[in-house]
Nanobody, 121 residues
Framework: QVQLVESGGGLVQPGGSLRLPCVASGDIFKIYVMCWYRQAPGKQRELVADITSGGSTNYADSVKGRFTISTDNTKNTVYLQMNSLKPEDTAVYYC???????????????WGQGTQVTVSS
């Protein structure tokens, strides 16, 4: 099993910044991709950004140029740096990884519990 723990959420004014770390722990053999999703009230969960083990990144159009995803592979940690935050960025942010627990185990998706980000004056 792989556990993911997000932190760093909170209340921030429009135009402000936050950095969300997500730490993966447990039986990790290989991590293939790490992602950040978000879910606003009354809306579906959406992909914000992802990063592969090779370092390739992908961003939702709504956050391009404002958010940056990065990893510290020595710590099995993925970060989401969020700048120029807008009220519409308000959501619960979830970390997800696709990983294997051993050489023989299949790839599985694992989710964190989420962290609330509120952008408001």
């Amino acid at each position: 099993q792989v556990q993911l723990v997000e932190s760093g959420g909170g209340l921030v004014q429009p135009g402000g910044s936050l950095r969300l770390p997500c730490v993966a722990s447990g039986d990790i053999f290989k991590i293939y991709v790490m992602c950040w999703y978000r879910q606003a009230p009354g809306k579906q969960r959406e992909l914000v950004a992802d990063i592969t083990s090779g370092g390739s990144t992908n961003y939702a159009d709504s956050v391009k140029g404002r958010f940056t995803i990065s990893t510290d592979n020595t710590k099995n940690t993925v970060y989401l740096q969020m700048n120029s935050l807008k009220p519409e960025d308000t959501a619960v942010y979830y970390c997800k990884t696709t990983a294997t627990s051993s050489y023989f185990s299949p790839r599985r998706d694992y989710w964190g519990q989420g962290t609330q980000v509120t952008v408001s004056s």
